[in-house]
């Protein structure tokens, strides 16, 4: 392989040259963006991410905003200020995160554009993906020197939280600028004015187009919406509705841009306190489901938006990001598959007869249930009674068939002693 050059020694792989280019000569004809996830608090507030808008003739930041991470709804927010602020510039250049560029190959649905991919086309702004982190090196650069300046900014103003920070990023921009900004090859300002005909906040939407059912309804991220009965909407059964989900929670169904009556009825259905008191005989059972609703969050749909950046919607939104809820979900099984491997140390009770073990009937958990335990909540109890289960299946079932392997040898050998015998007498 490496005498026909199908097989290169690691030491001899050459790295790939990244040489540098010139800045574009217009200020507003190409802004990088890039959203950057740290520790922007320290200890003083939770990890977030800030997203940044940085022009690449100028060097200057043209948008800073904290949001809780990188969404869809987050950048539909933050580029609707900066048009507002700004206008409408030539391209932004980003990464190739899912917001601006379809992840998945060989999609057969869809237009071949992302949600934010789809606005800027309405909005005539073009998006460019970038191949490698180095070609937009401005904005990777730039999100360097935040994250050192910025940091110790907070920190002398004793800012914890993403609100008071976002009031104070327009002071840290301009004082910014006036340090590193650079003038620009051409004066010339390319960002264009929003027409009158243009609603920028209308713009910035998630849209996806549903069917109506025959009852007059149509599913929406796991909610169903019943749409009000008249004389309009009733003959509206089997045709196509469009259904717009906002950054700031409204959500509107319309048909040929006339907006609909609806109510709602959310499929995910979220166990109350007020069912866990008013349910004597299922009130544990309902406690520990609340608990497992509150420690994981609503599942909603894959391909629908993520809310942890939406306010005031509809939907319930999750408390944590995706991929906080992944890691403890991940640990929550570790500390389960724990507990199922030492069951000496789970302080449960057993009866003096070897047969079964003690159960109280009313509230459904095992005796020696201690909440001041981890490793012997009811969560973890009842998981290792399901693995329990399993596993007397998985014996059960190898029980069987070792069963049926003894059955078929025996007749297997029953068959060759028919034969040998037959044979015999043959022979005789």
């Known amino acids: 392989m490496k005498e026909e050059g199908l097989w290169v020694d690691r030491k001899a792989r050459r790295k790939p040259v990244h040489q540098p280019r010139s800045r574009r000569e217009c200020y507003g004809e190409l802004v990088q963006i890039d959203g950057s996830e740290h520790w922007w608090f320290e200890d003083r507030g939770p990890q977030c991410t800030l997203l940044v808008y940085i022009d690449d003739a100028t060097s200057r930041l043209m948008q800073l905003k904290f949001v809780q991470s990188e969404s869809a709804f987050s950048y539909f927010a933050a580029t609707a200020e900066y048009l507002e602020r700004h206008g409408k510039p030539i391209a932004f250049y980003s990464d190739k995160h899912s917001v601006f560029r379809l992840t998945r190959k060989g999609a057969l649905s869809g237009n071949g554009m992302t949600q934010f991919g789809r606005v800027l086309h309405d909005l005539n702004i073009d998006i460019i993906c970038a191949n490698t982190p180095q070609a937009k090196g401005r904005v990777e650069r730039a999100n360097r020197t935040l994250q050192d300046r910025l940091v110790k900014e907070l920190r002398l103003r004793q800012l914890s939280t993403m609100d008071e920070a976002n009031q104070f990023l327009p002071e840290f921009m301009e004082d910014y600028n006036k340090r590193f900004a650079k003038d620009a090859a051409n004066p010339k300002d390319l960002h264009r004015p929003i027409r009158s005909e243009e609603n920028i906040r209308e713009a910035f939407a998630w849209r996806e187009e549903r069917t109506v059912s025959g009852s007059l309804t149509l599913q929406y991220d796991k909610v169903v919406f019943l749409l009000e009965p ?199």
């Open 230 to 428: 008249n004389d309009f909407t009733r003959e509206l059964a089997r045709k196509r509705v469009t259904v717009s989900d906002y950054p700031d929670g409204r959500l509107v169904i319309t048909y040929n841009g006339r907006p609909l009556s609806y109510s709602k009825f959310d499929t995910l259905r979220q166990v109350t306190q007020g069912a866990v008191v008013d349910n004597k005989r299922l009130g544990a059972a309902l406690a520990v489901i609340k608990q497992g609703q509150e420690r994981n969050g609503a599942h909603r749909s894959q391909h629908g938006p993520r809310r942890l950046d939406q306010n005031d919607s509809i939907f319930s939104r999750p408390s944590e990001s995706i991929s906080a809820l992944r890691k403890k979900r991940r640990a929550q099984k570790n500390a389960i598959k724990k507990a199922t491997q030492n069951v000496a140390f789970l302080s449960i009770e057993r009866d003096t007869t070897p047969s079964k073990r003690v159960v109280d009937r009313s509230s459904r958990l095992p005796v020696g249930f201690d909440p001041s335990n981890p490793i012997a909540s009811p969560d973890l109890l009842w998981e290792r009674e399901l693995l329990l289960m399993e596993r007397r299946n998985l014996n059960a079932d190898r029980k069987r068939m070792l069963l049926n392997r003894r059955r078929y040898n025996s007749q297997k050998n029953l068959k060759a002693m028919d034969v040998q015998e037959h044979q015999d007498k043959q022979a005789a």
